[in-house]
Every structure is written in C-alpha cells, then in structure tokens.
Antibody
Framework: QQQLQESGPGLVKPLETLSLKCAVS??????????WGWIRQPPGKGLEWIGS???????YYSPSLKSRVSISVDTSKSHFSLQLSSVTAADTAVYFC??????????????????WGQGILVTVSS | QSVLAQPPSVSGAPGQRVTISCSGG?????????VHWYQQLPGTAPKLLIY???NRPSGVPDRFSGSKSGTSASLAITGLQAEDEADYYC????????????FGTGTKVTVL
C-alpha cells in the first residue's frame, strides 16, 4: 500500500512562492498506472484540485491556478513537488498530495484520488 | 469554485438510511463523466469511498453505495452508524473552461 507524505514550510509570506514536497513510499512512483497530484482545502471549506503530473513529467493544471502553479517530479528520489507563486491570504489551506488512477490512464477524465497524504497546513501571512 | 452542488447537511438516527445528492450539469456529470465519493472524518484527509459511480474499494463496507442518473449522482448510507459522522464530497470531471477535476460543495452527515 503506497503512502504519501507532504513536507514544507507551514508559513509563507504574501507574494512569495509556496513550495511543498510529497514523498512516495511503499511502491514506485514510476508507473504508467498512476498520476500524482495536489489538492487543497481552505480552513472550513471544500476541496480544490490544483494540478497533476505523470512520472514522465507531463503536467496539467487547474485553469484557475495555471498561471501561478508548477508541479515537478523526481523519480530518483521518489517525490513530486508543488510550487505556487505570488501567494495571498486566499491561498491559505491544507494542501494534500494524492495519487490518482483510472481504468485505462489513456484518458484521465475518469480518474479518482486514492490514497491521500495526511495534509499540511500552509498559512500565508506576513 | 465548486460546480457540483450538495446539501450542506443531512442527519439520521443510528440504523437509518440517508442519501446525499450531487447535482451537476451538462459539462460534467451530464456529459457522462464518472462520479466518485470521499469521506472526510474530522481532522483527517479524505478517503475514497466510491469510485466510478458505484464501485467500492476494498475495505469499504457495503452499507455505502453510489448511483448516477442524468446530471446527478447520489451516495446512500444504510444502517447508519456513529462512525459515519463525517463530511462527504462527490468528485467528477468538467470539460468546460479548460477542463479539470471538480468537487462537490460537501455534506456534513450527523448521526443523531
């Protein structure tokens, strides 16, 4: 059973770049069966998909965040990373890393998210 | 910016059946995209409960079931138990405005 664990600073200043890492254990990140993604949840609110990446490095992002997001993967270290630039208080949230799968992974529109990391709270404040 | 609407809360007594609706539109559920459901216990990460409309991952009790019709989907919990008190989210794919995965607004289930 693969496990995911987020790490990074819990406090980021406004207009700076948020950087998080997700370590994957219990199995290889290098699989054509999965993509790897980030989802966030502002305190007391719902879930928002941020973006995802394959182990080949093919990434796609939420249209609403695309201009500020970058996701990368390091298969040698079995982790993938999130960078979100020019953050504001609205980016304060618990950030989860996830694995997602579908029936074929040829098209990704049927994908679900499982498992999830435990999440890391990132607060944007000066 | 949730595009899938869920009731904010539902409640039931132990042993009862409750249902949670997930209402979408022509660019997501109505376009034929699958619906998945997650359970989020207080202070924890969401957990996959139902995938591809009506499939349960290993370990999920058969008290949980999903269905989909038209532009909506539903999650049913039969034989409600105290441990089912949690937030529940539906998720699908939306092909409008650049395409992305979308979540429901979330429903709090309270066991009376």
């Amino acid at each position: 059973q693969q496990q995911l664990q987020e790490s990074g600073p819990g406090l980021v200043k406004p207009l700076e770049t948020l950087s998080l890492k997700c370590a994957v254990s219990g199995g290889s990140l290098s699989s054509d069966s999965y993509f790897w993604g980030w989802i966030r949840q502002p305190p007391g609110k719902g879930l928002e998909w941020i973006g995802s990446i394959s182990y080949h490095g093919s990434a796609y992002y939420s249209p609403s965040l695309k201009s500020r997001v970058s996701i990368s993967v390091d298969t040698s270290k079995s982790h993938f990373s999130l960078q979100l630039s020019s953050v504001t208080a609205a980016d304060t949230a618990v950030y989860f890393c996830v694995r997602h799968a579908g029936f074929t992974m040829i098209v990704l529109d049927d994908n679900w998210f499982d498992p999830w990391g435990q999440g890391i709270l990132v607060t944007v404040s000066s | 910016q949730s595009v899938l609407a869920q009731p904010p809360s539902v409640s039931g007594a132990p042993g009862q059946r409750v249902t949670i609706s997930c209402s979408g539109g022509s660019s997501n559920i109505g376009a034929g995209y699958d619906v998945h459901w997650y359970q989020q216990l207080p202070g924890t990460a969401p957990k996959l409960l139902i995938y591809a409309n009506n499939n349960r991952p290993s370990g999920v009790p058969d008290r949980f079931s999903g269905s989909k019709s038209g532009t909506s989907a539903s999650l049913a919990i039969t034989g409600l138990q105290a441990e089912d008190e949690a937030d529940y989210y539906c998720q699908s794919y939306d092909s409008s405005l650049g395409a992305s995965y979308v979540f429901g607004t979330g429903t709090k289930v309270t066991v009376l």
